[in-house]
């Protein structure tokens, strides 16, 4: 049963958060995964196999050699480090084809400003994580229960003023919601036919 008190807005965090500043939140959220060909393929090496040297300003290669170029830029409206290799680096160098796509055969890494390239490779190392992956299935199972009560009661906007009517609907557009649950419980088998997505449907539409 759908109780609007049971849904989490944020996990409090640990002891050491600066609550008096209005910190002290943690976001349980997934952050995009590294999209490179090496990161797709599991082969050759991924960002993560690079040792930046943010105060020389050059990265070193898991194969031991250094970058010759370190380049501010900005991609779609974003500050980047553009960091390239150079001939002496990847011409010779026994992983050059499964480290680099490259027509030139020499690698080139895209990279975040250091705070955010720190916090990126944390949150990617934390989310292969167990527990990490037990909180976001709490927190997706959440969302979806929300998301069904905006499209079933409309929810997000309060038809009347003062918050005890406030309460009084959100009371009963959780009662609709349970009625509509138990409905599709009894007459279906819910964990057997998933939900169709908008984007599946119209598939299906295209496809016949």
């Given at each position: ?13 640990g ?8 910190q ?10 590294d999209?490179?060909p ?7 090496f991924d ?16 194969a ?5 170029n370190?380049?501010?830029a ?6 980047v480090?553009v ?5 002496d680096?990847c ?23 250091r705070?955010?390239?720190d916090?990126?490779?944390a949150a ?29 009661t ?26 509509v ?28």
């Open positions: 049963m759908f109780d609007l008190r049971d849904a989490p807005v944020a996990q409090s965090a002891p050491h958060d600066n609550e008096e500043a209005g002290g939140i943690t976001m349980v959220t997934s952050v995009l995964l999209h490179s090496q990161a797709r393929a599991a082969s050759g960002k993560t196999a690079f040792t930046v040297d943010w105060k020389a300003r050059q990265v070193r290669c898991p031991g050699r250094t970058s010759i370190w380049s501010p900005r991609q779609h409206g974003r500050l480090i960091v390239k290799f150079g001939a680096a011409d010779t160098c026994p992983h050059r084809h499964p480290c680099t796509t490259s027509a030139r055969g020499r690698r080139q890494l895209t990279l975040h400003p705070e955010l390239h916090t990126l490779a990617r190392t934390e989310q292969k994580n167990e527990t990490w992956q037990k909180k976001y299935a709490l927190r997706s199972g959440v969302e979806g229960t929300i998301n069904q009560a905006l499209d079933v409309g929810i997000r906007r309060a038809r009347y003023r003062g918050l005890p009517k406030v309460r009084l609907q959100h009371a009963f557009s959780a009662a609709a919601l349970n009625i649950r138990l409905d599709t419980w009894w007459t279906t088998d819910p964990l057997r036919h998933p939900r169709t997505s908008r984007l599946e449907r119209l598939h299906y539409q295209l496809a016949g």
